[in-house]
């Protein structure tokens, strides 16, 4: 007889409790989405013990005061860690406080600004998991919500039920972050020396999973993704010359794998960068960049260049 899914916050923990799986939330500034994602690991149903690890950055905003009146409510199943001074705007990547204390043999990600809406989402990827060894991450579709401007959008729509590889996470973002969960306890490619010009942290991990074993999608949509203008991927951090850096840097940890995919990447920022340098009459810089992108795939030069030029006709 199968054990029946109990909700994580109607289950008695001790401090002891050694969880199955270890979510990871990430927060900074999220006062008005921080709470929903709280509640959205609250209503979890499983037959496994949880741990919920978060970290905030230093947060202004009062989202500290939210995940405190949590933490009282359920101390033995809230975890959190409250930095004083921002660790981010320091040059430290705040998901490794998390990940250095977690105890689970899985481990959940869901950044604070975004949710879960499937009381058995944890269940169904964990089970999905533990039944099948050669897959070393499980991801699901999302909704996506624009907060900004008040409408939902499409971008995991093109994603089915089945395995996906590397390659194609890269050409095409296919992995809804706060989807994800994966196996804690295995050994990942040391990236150490080449991690601070990784912009997107995301993508190193799934590339590395995908190393060490399969990646499988469910086809439900188990969570929300919040577009906004305050979110790390829409940073003003993230320029064209930062996100050269972020594929070198890539293209160095995974080399020859991914070699063409990430080309035509560092191939179309090149060509951005050069159209900026060229709105700035640096023509200097519009020929540089121009070639850079040129020598990495001409065929992508190309196409934008084309694409350009028809629209400035």
């Known amino acids: ?54 970290h905030d950055d230093a947060s202004t905003d009062g989202t500290q005061e939210i995940i405190k009146k949590y933490h009282k409510l359920y101390p033995n199943l809230i975890k959190p860690i409250f930095q004083l001074e921002n660790q981010y705007s320091k040059g430290v990547k705040p998901a490794q406080f998390n990940k250095k204390r977690a105890l689970g043999k899985y ?77 804690n306890d295995i050994s990942l490619k040391d990236v150490s020396k080449l991690r601070k010009n990784i912009l997107y942290g995301d993508i190193l991990l799934f590339l590395q999973l995908a190393d060490v074993g ?9 969570s929300v993704y919040r577009l906004h203008t305050a979110g790390a991927t829409n940073s003003k951090n993230n320029t064209h010359l930062r996100k050269i850096k972020h594929f070198k840097a890539l293209k160095s940890i995974f080399y020859p794998k991914y070699k063409k995919t990430l080309n035509k990447f560092i191939s179309n920022y090149s060509f951005l ?30 196409y934008f260049f084309l694409k350009w030029i028809k629209q400035k006709a």
């Open 273 to 302: 960068v050069s159209r900026e340098a060229y709105a700035k009459k640096n023509f200097l810089n519009v020929i540089k960049y121009s070639i850079i992108s040129m020598s990495y795939s001409f065929s992508t030069f190309n």
């Open 1 to 54: 007889m199968k054990d029946i899914p109990i909700e994580l916050s109607k289950k008695s923990l001790t401090s002891n409790t050694k969880p199955l799986v270890s979510i990871s939330c990430i927060t900074y500034n999220h006062i008005n989405f921080i709470e929903e994602a709280i509640k959205g690991f609250l209503i979890q149903k499983t037959t496994f013990d949880v741990e919920i690890l978060i």
């Open 107 to 183: 481990y959940a990600i869901c950044e604070g600004d975004d949710y879960w809406t499937d009381p058995l989402k944890l269940q169904k990827q964990v089970d999905f998991l533990e039944e099948n060894e050669e897959f070393s991450m499980c991801f699901h579709k999302a909704k996506v919500i624009d907060v900004d401007r008040g409408i939902s959008e499409n971008i995991f729509n093109h994603l089915e039920e089945r395995n996906y590889t590397g390659d194609e996470i890269l050409e095409k973002w296919s992995v809804p972050t706060a989807s994800v969960v994966y196996r």
């Open 214 to 222: 399969k990646l499988f999608c469910i086809g439900e949509e188990m």
